[in-house]
C-alpha cells in the first residue's frame, strides 16, 4: 500500500504509513471489515483500536504544531535581525553626532581663545588707534552740507535789433555759464550789458552765476556809421 502523505510503500496489512505515521486508509473505509480483491478473494482490514487512533491523532497533532511553529519561529528570527540591523545603524549615528559635537566644541573653544587674544591687542594698542574718531567727528560737517538743497538761478538774454543772442537758462549757485551774441549783416556787436553798463565786449562771455541775471547785447548799424562820413 502507497502512502498518501509521502508516498512510501507499506505492506497491506498495515494501517498506518511505517515512514510518517498517517494512515492509509480513508475514515469512511475504517468501518469496511472485508474487502475483495482483484482474484475475488477476501481479506480483512486490520481494524485499528480506538486507543490506538488516538495516539495516532495525537502525534498528527503534533506534527501540525511543530509545522505551525517553524514558520513563527523564522518570523521571530527574522523580526530579530531587523532590530539588531536597526539598532546598530542607530549606535552608529549617535556616534557620529557626538564626534560632531565634540569638534564643534573644540572649534569654538578655538575661536573663543583667539578672539580674546585680538581683544587683549587691541586693548593694548587703543590709545594709537583713538585719532581716527577725530576725523569721524570732523568730517561730519561735511556730509550735513552735501544733503543741503541746490540753490538755481535764471539767466536770461535778450537784444533789440541787428542780431541773435543764446546762453539763457537755470543755472546752479557758482555754476559758469556762457552767453553767445551774433550779428546781422550791416551790424556790428558793441557788447553785453546788465543794468545799463556794460560787462563785456566780446561776443563770447563766460561768468560765474552768483544769482539772477539779466544781460542785454547792443548791436550797432554800420550802415549809419558810413552815411555820417558822406
Known amino acids: 500500500m502507497r502512502c498518501k502523505n509521502c508516498g512510501s510503500e507499506n505492506d497491506?496489512?498495515?494501517?498506518?504509513c511505517q515512514n510518517c505515521g498517517s494512515p492509509l486508509y480513508d475514515e469512511d473505509d475504517e468501518n469496511e471489515a472485508i474487502k475483495e480483491d482483484d482474484l475475488g478473494k477476501t481479506r480483512v482490514a486490520p481494524v485499528v483500536p480506538s486507543s490506538q487512533k488516538n495516539v495516532q491523532n495525537q502525534h498528527r497533532g503534533n506534527q501540525n504544531v511543530k509545522n505551525k511553529q517553524n514558520?513563527?519561529?523564522e518570523k521571530t528570527v527574522i523580526i530579530i535581525v531587523v532590530l539588531a540591523v536597526i539598532l546598530a545603524i542607530v549606535i552608529a549615528v549617535l556616534?557620529?553626532?557626538?564626534?560632531?559635537n565634540s569638534k564643534k566644541k573644540n572649534d569654538v573653544e578655538d575661536t573663543s581663545v583667539s578672539i580674546a587674544s585680538t581683544t587683549k591687542e587691541q586693548s593694548t594698542t587703543m590709545p594709537t588707534t583713538a585719532a581716527p574718531t577725530t576725523t569721524?567727528?570732523?568730517?561730519?560737517?561735511t556730509t550735513e552740507t552735501t544733503t543741503q538743497a541746490v540753490v538755481e538761478y535764471t539767466v536770461s538774454v535778450s537784444c533789440s535789433q541787428g542780431g541773435e543772442v543764446e546762453g539763457d537758462g537755470s543755472y546752479a549757485e557758482g555754476e559758469k555759464c556762457t552767453v553767445i551774441a551774433r550779428a546781422d549783416d550791416e551790424?556790428?556787436?558793441d557788447g553785453w550789458?546788465?543794468?545799463g553798463k556794460r560787462v563785456s565786449s566780446n561776443e563770447v562771455y563766460t561768468f560765474a552765476v552768483n544769482g539772477n541775471t539779466?544781460?542785454?547785447a547792443v548791436f550797432t548799424d554800420i550802415t549809419d556809421v558810413s552815411e555820417d562820413y558822406e
Open 71 to 73: 514558520p513563527k519561529k
Open 136 to 141: 569721524e567727528t570732523t568730517t561730519q560737517p
Open 193 to 195: 550789458y546788465k543794468n
Open 12 to 16: 497491506d496489512n498495515l494501517y498506518i
Open 214 to 216: 539779466s544781460l542785454e
Open 187 to 189: 551790424y556790428e556787436f
Open 95 to 100: 556616534a557620529s553626532v557626538l564626534i560632531s
